[in-house]
């Protein structure tokens, strides 16, 4: 027998309604979240074009404090040809060897954004172009100093001998022109990657993914993807 105060249980039937949108508001819904969608992909590929961008310069930077480190080996190793005694000749070659040691320090310092485009690294980057999808490679290279990259010996016998110091003379004077080159290609594909940054607002923002590469040095191109 059920208590005097107990409240009856309401046993009317539960109605599930379904609000229908008419078609110009699921038209309307549909826009929205593909602009949505639209502008969510619009940040990701600006974020990793400033990213790119990061890496270009950091990377100059580093070529810069290369570059006069090696102008500094080619000038003691230019000096050393003035030495008037062996005991001299060793002290240009410890600095010679001291300076061209800090290469490998310098090229670590350019990663960034998780990437490295001086260190001996197989990864660039590839940039799809709108509005026709070309294809553009920025490919890394190689300021150590070792033979993979930029290939400047130590001097063994101190520059005691004359052809030793031709030898270094010259492995600097390649290294130059190399960091010369290295220099002027990763401003050409800053240059670009700027001028893309800048017309983002007409909705051109290009695609950015990982390029794998053996070859580190070998020039940006430019290709129908």
Same mark, same amino acid.
């Given at each position: 027998?059920?208590?005097?105060?107990?409240?009856?249980?309401?046993?009317?039937?539960?109605?599930?309604?379904?609000?229908?949108?008419?078609?110009?508001?699921?038209?309307?819904?549909?826009?929205?979240?593909?602009?949505?969608?639209?502008?969510?992909?619009? @940040?990701?590929?600006?974020?990793?074009?400033?990213?790119?961008?990061?890496?270009?310069?950091?990377?100059?930077?580093?070529?810069?404090?290369?570059? @006069?480190?090696?102008?500094?080996?080619?000038?003691?190793?230019?000096?050393?040809?003035?030495?008037?005694?062996?005991?001299?000749?060793?002290?240009?070659?410890?600095?010679?060897?001291?300076?061209? @040691?800090?290469?490998?320090?310098?090229?670590?310092?350019?990663?960034?954004?998780?990437?490295?485009?001086?260190?001996?690294?197989?990864?660039?980057?590839?940039?799809?172009?709108?509005?026709?999808?070309?294809?553009?490679?920025?490919?890394?290279?190689?300021?150590?100093?070792?033979?993979?990259?930029?290939?400047?010996?130590?001097?063994?016998?101190?520059?005691?001998?004359?052809?030793?110091?031709?030898?270094?003379?010259?492995?600097?004077?390649?290294?130059?022109?190399?960091?010369?080159?290295?220099?002027?290609?990763?401003?050409?594909?800053?240059?670009?990657?700027?001028?893309?940054?800048?017309?983002?607002?007409?909705?051109?923002?290009?695609?950015?993914?990982?390029?794998?590469?053996?070859?580190? @040095?070998?020039?940006?191109?430019?290709?129908?993807?």
């Amino acid at each position: 027998m059920p208590l005097p105060f107990a409240k009856k249980k309401d046993k009317r039937p539960v109605v599930e309604t379904t609000v229908m949108l008419s078609p110009g508001a699921m038209v309307a819904r549909a826009v929205r979240f593909a602009q949505g969608t639209a502008e969510r992909a619009q @940040d990701r590929s600006l974020s990793r074009l400033d990213g790119a961008i990061t890496l270009l310069e950091r990377a100059a930077g580093c070529l810069d404090a290369a570059l @006069d480190a090696v102008m500094e080996a080619s000038d003691l190793a230019e000096a050393v040809r003035g030495a008037d005694n062996d005991a001299r000749r060793a002290l240009f070659a410890e600095r010679y060897d001291e300076v061209l @040691d800090g290469l490998d320090d310098i090229a670590a310092r350019a990663e960034a954004e998780g990437a490295n485009l001086l260190a001996g690294g197989a990864t660039g980057l590839v940039i799809h172009l709108p509005p026709r999808n070309l294809r553009y490679e920025i490919r890394p290279g190689d300021i150590r100093r070792h033979p993979a990259g930029l290939d400047i010996g130590v001097p063994e016998r101190g520059f005691t001998d004359p052809a030793e110091v031709e030898a270094a003379a010259a492995a600097c004077a390649a290294g130059i022109e190399r960091l010369l080159s290295l220099a002027a290609r990763f401003g050409r594909d800053a240059a670009l990657l700027r001028a893309l940054r800048e017309r983002n607002a007409a909705g051109l923002v290009p695609a950015i993914e990982p390029l794998q590469t053996p070859d580190g @040095d070998a020039p940006a191109q430019g290709e129908p993807a």
